[in-house]
């Protein structure tokens, strides 16, 4: 009584299928959340680099010219 039927390791079985397998509910889950991480990660690099762009501007074609003079 104290020790598992081959009825409980087949529902056991069943329910791991269920969960794990194929397009099983976790592995949906866990695939929307690393695009999700993904999309946040592109959206920072997208940040950092306009922020580098707009700390710096490219100097002028008259700055240019004062320059070498």
């Known amino acids: 009584m104290g020790s598992f039927s081959i009825w409980h390791l087949i529902i056991l079985g069943v329910i791991l299928v269920l969960l794990f397998g194929g397009r099983g509910k976790i592995s949906g889950i866990m695939?929307?959340?690393?695009?999700?991480i993904r999309a946040f990660?592109?959206?920072?690099?997208?940040?950092?680099?306009?922020?580098?762009?707009?700390a710096?501007?490219?100097?002028?074609?008259?700055?240019k010219d004062k320059a070498h003079s």
């Open 56 to 63: 710096k501007p490219l100097p002028k074609e008259s700055d």
């Open 41 to 54: 990660r592109e959206g920072l690099k997208g940040d950092d680099e306009t922020a580098s762009n707009e």
């Open 31 to 36: 695939g929307d959340t690393a695009k999700g």
